[in-house]
C-alpha cells in the first residue's frame, strides 16, 4: 500500500473509532480499525498528534459536502432541492457535533480556502491557505446555484433563504441545543419555507406535514426527570453547542 493510502486509511480509522467510542482512540484502536500493525502508524505519521491534526482536517473538510450537494437534482421542486441540502447538512453538523465532542474541540480547525479539497470532491493534503479568504464561499456558491431560478418564489433573496437555512439547521440538529428533540430535515424546511402559523388556505403543493408525534412532546420526554433516566447519583451529562 503506497504511504498516501496508510495514511487515509489511519485517518479514516482515527474518524470512525474517535466517533464511535466519543473520545480519542488509542493507536492500538486505530491500528485494529485500519486493519494493519501498530507501528505503522509510526511509519507514516512522526506522531500520533500528527495523525489527530490530520484526521481532525480531513473530517472538517468541505469538500465532499460539495460533492454530495452537486448531486441534488436541480429540476426537483424548490422544496425537495431545500430538504435534500437539508439532509446534506444536518449529517454533516452530526459528525461535526460528535468528532467535537468526543476530542474536546471548542471550535474547527483553520487550514483556509480547501480549494484543491473542492476541485477533488475530498480532502486534499497541504499546507495552509489564506485564512482571509472565506473557507465556506466555493460550498455556499454551490448551494446559491441551486436556488437561482426561484426568486419569484421567495420574498427574501435565495442566498439569505440559504443563511437562515443553515442557522436553523445547526441548532435543529445539535442534541443539546433541541434538547434531544432533534428535527428532521423535513421539519426544518418546513418551518422557515412556511411557517408555523395556522392559515386558512392550505397548501395545495404537497408541502401538507404527515402527522407525527409534536416536538413539544419528544421534547418533554427527552427532558423526563433525571432519576427517570439515571441511575441514583450519576452525573448527566453536560450539554455543549460547539462553535463550528
Known amino acids: 500500500m503506497a504511504p498516501d493510502d496508510r495514511r487515509d486509511a489511519l485517518v479514516d480509522a482515527f474518524v ?9 482512540p488509542t493507536t492500538s484502536e486505530i491500528a485494529a480499525e485500519a486493519g494493519v500493525a501498530e507501528g505503522t502508524i509510526y511509519r507514516v505519521f512522526a506522531s500520533k498528534d500528527q495523525l489527530e491534526q490530520d484526521a481532525v482536517q480531513a473530517a472538517f ?36 457535533f460528535g468528532l467535537m465532542g468526543a476530542l474536546g474541540l471548542t471550535e474547527p480547525p483553520n487550514r ?35 436556488l437561482v431560478h426561484d426568486d419569484d418564489e421567495l420574498i427574501v433573496p435565495g442566498p439569505e433563504l440559504v443563511h437562515r437555512l443553515r442557522l436553523f439547521t445547526f441548532s435543529a440538529s445539535h442534541p443539546g441545543i433541541t434538547d434531544g428533540a432533534v428535527l428532521t430535515p423535513e421539519e426544518i ?3 422557515v419555507l412556511l411557517g408555523l402559523r ?8 404537497g408541502l401538507t406535514p404527515t402527522p407525527r408525534e409534536s416536538v413539544a412532546s419528544r421534547a418533554s420526554r427527552a427532558t423526563r426527570h433525571p432519576s427517570h433516566d439515571h441511575p441514583a447519583g ?10 463550528c
Open 189 to 191: 424546511v418546513d418551518t
Open 61 to 96: 473538510c468541505p469538500g465532499p459536502v460539495r460533492r454530495r450537494i452537486t448531486a441534488v437534482d436541480p429540476e426537483g421542486s424548490l422544496h425537495d432541492r431545500l430538504v435534500a441540502f437539508t439532509r446534506i447538512m444536518q449529517a454533516r453538523f452530526t459528525e461535526v
Open 16 to 24: 470512525r473509532v474517535a466517533r464511535r467510542e466519543g473520545r480519542a
Open 112 to 146: 483556509g480556502p480547501h480549494l484543491a479539497c473542492y476541485e477533488a470532491g475530498r480532502h486534499v493534503r497541504g499546507p495552509e491557505g489564506d485564512a482571509h479568504v472565506p473557507v465556506h464561499q466555493p460550498l455556499l456558491d454551490t448551494v446559491h446555484a441551486l
Open 198 to 205: 395556522r392559515r386558512d388556505d392550505a397548501p395545495t403543493n
Open 234 to 243: 450519576a452525573r448527566r451529562p453536560d450539554r455543549e453547542a460547539p462553535s
